[in-house]
Every structure is written in structure tokens, then in C-alpha cells.
């Protein structure tokens, strides 16, 4: 007969999240407004290092649900804890972290970029916002806000608002949605600097630690990788890009690892930068060059 009443007292979001997590999506509460919670002392300005699956891995410890996206878990333990019931009791809403559930959610943010995306991109499930759809597809790539107008991509490094299951049957990350991130003008505006030559990066044997190729191997393919970018000197740079980091990365896929794919990327980054490609999207290129081949591998 107690069992209803300690259902009852489970902060109806927590609920919410113990079933997300139940089917693989990692949750996280967000308070009013719709952000995360704020890092507790010890992690306040990344002071631990950070959480390891964050973009710099540290060796962060905390039980709280501090770092927004990165404290997303399914542990239900994690979940339940005494460390994250304040925040639960407190939590507006639920959010999730669509990269660690191999998902990516393309947030539209008003009528005419929903308008757009019916379009343009294939269907799938869409979920309704306030303003506007989340559409969702099965596949992680990097996020980036603003990719057109009313349009930002949620995937991995980023969180999304659980606003239901939504309709429809989802469909499988098209290229149409990796190549919103790999679009670059290749021709800076007059008097404006779009770029910034990134300090160079070798691969070497130091960095490859579990390669299993020899570095000649890897030294001829990448040269050959950034003569192909070289050549785009007046469009395209961008693009081709992410087909060699693509291509590169591929390679590895056997290895046992680690094979200084990081090195490789920013040689490749440095080669679009040089030919007039901005380093924001270079690096954008070069970062679903890589995570696509090892996707594909999966």
C-alpha cells in the first residue's frame, strides 16, 4: 500500500528522465529558462577539469550535475542520487544530451525555417516547440548554432529540451545536415580578417601510439589529402576538407588506437585556413570528416 505514495513523492521531471534513460537517451534537469544548473564551487569555471567526456577531458569527480551537457547520464543511480535532488525538486524542465544518445536534433526556431526544412531535408520525426519543430534524426555529428537563419544544429557537446517522443518514423542523418556545417565562402569580405592560421600540428609516431601503419604510409597519404585542399584555391576548399579527413580517418579504423587522428585534422584545418577557408568552418569540416568514418565504421 506505500508503494503508490512513494511513487507520488518522485519529482514528476525525474520520472520523466528515469524513462528516458531507461531507453538509452541521457537526461539532465534544467532549471527556469530553460539552462542547465549552474557548476558547483569545486567545478565553477572548469577548477576540476572537467568532466571526461567534455571537449577537454579532465579529471572532474563531482557527484553533482554540474557542466550542463556533460552531466547527462542513464545511470539511474547517478539519477536518484542525493546530489541531484535539489536540483530535480527545483528543475523547470528535463533536457538531453541527442549526442550521447546518437541522435541530432535540427532545432527550428520559427515558421519560415520550418518551412525550409519541409523543403529541403528528408522527413523524419518531428517534435513541436514553442515557436517552432525539432526534427530528429539517427546519427551524431558536431553542433553549431545559427547554421542559416532560425536554424541551429543539437548534437554531440550540447543539450535540447525533452518536449516528447514526437511523430513520425525517424530517419537516418542525410548529408543535406552535415553539409549545413561544411559551407564556408571561400572569399574574406573586404577589410575583415574570417581567418586565423592555426598553430601547425605534425603527425608523428609520438601521437600515434596505436597505429598500425607505418608513417611513411600516413605521411604520403596526408600529403596527397592536402594537395586536394591546396588546389581548391577558389571554391569548394571546405568540402574538400571534410572528404579528406573523411578519407584519412577511415584508414584507422582498424587500428587499435590512438593514431593521432587530432594531429592529422589540424594539418588538414591549417591547409583549408592558408587557400582563404575561415577556421571556424574548416575545423567544423574537419571534426564531421572525422566523426563520419568512425560512424561509418561502427
Not at 88 to 111: C, E, I, K, M, S
Request: positive net charge.
Amino acid at each position: 500500500m506505500t508503494q503508490p505514495s512513494t511513487i507520488r513523492r518522485v519529482p514528476a521531471h525525474l520520472r520523466t528522465a528515469l524513462s528516458l534513460a531507461a531507453a538509452g537517451v541521457p537526461p539532465l534537469p534544467l532549471r527556469a529558462g530553460k539552462v542547465p544548473f549552474g557548476n558547483c564551487p569545486a567545478c565553477a569555471k572548469n577548477a576540476c577539469g572537467g568532466r571526461p567526456n567534455m571537449k577537454t577531458p579532465g579529471p572532474c569527480t563531482c557527484l553533482a550535475p554540474c557542466h550542463a551537457w556533460a552531466a547527462a547520464t542513464t545511470d539511474p543511480t547517478v539519477l536518484n542520487s542525493p546530489q541531484w535532488a535539489t536540483a530535480w525538486r527545483q528543475a523547470a524542465a528535463v533536457g538531453y544530451h541527442p549526442g550521447g544518445a546518437g541522435l541530432t536534433v535540427v532545432d527550428l526556431d520559427n515558421a519560415a525555417a520550418v518551412a525550409w526544412a519541409r523543403a529541403t531535408l528528408p522527413a523524419t520525426r518531428r517534435v513541436r516547440t514553442t515557436r517552432g519543430e525539432h526534427w530528429l534524426y539517427l546519427g551524431a555529428m558536431a553542433s553549431s548554432n545559427a547554421v542559416r537563419p532560425g536554424v541551429d544544429i543539437k548534437s554531440l557537446m550540447q543539450y535540447a529540451r525533452w518536449l516528447g517522443p514526437g511523430t513520425g518514423r525517424m530517419a537516418v542523418l542525410p548529408a543535406a545536415v552535415r553539409a549545413l556545417l561544411v559551407k564556408e565562402e571561400t572569399t574574406p569580405a573586404p577589410g575583415e580578417v574570417d581567418s586565423s592560421l592555426p598553430s601547425h600540428a605534425t603527425w608523428s609516431r609520438q601521437v600515434a601510439t596505436g597505429c598500425r601503419h607505418t608513417e611513411r604510409y600516413v605521411r604520403t597519404g596526408l600529403e596527397r589529402g592536402l594537395a586536394l585542399v591546396r588546389a581548391r584555391t577558389e571554391s569548394g576548399a571546405g568540402s574538400q576538407a571534410f572528404g579528406v579527413a573523411r578519407f584519412l580517418a577511415a584508414q584507422h579504423t582498424a587500428c587499435p588506437g590512438p593514431c593521432g587522428l587530432t594531429a592529422i585534422g589540424e594539418e588538414i584545418v591549417t591547409a583549408a585556413v592558408l587557400v582563404g577557408v575561415p577556421e571556424t568552418y574548416a575545423r567544423r569540416a574537419v571534426a564531421n570528416g572525422l566523426e563520419t568514418a568512425v560512424e561509418r565504421a561502427a
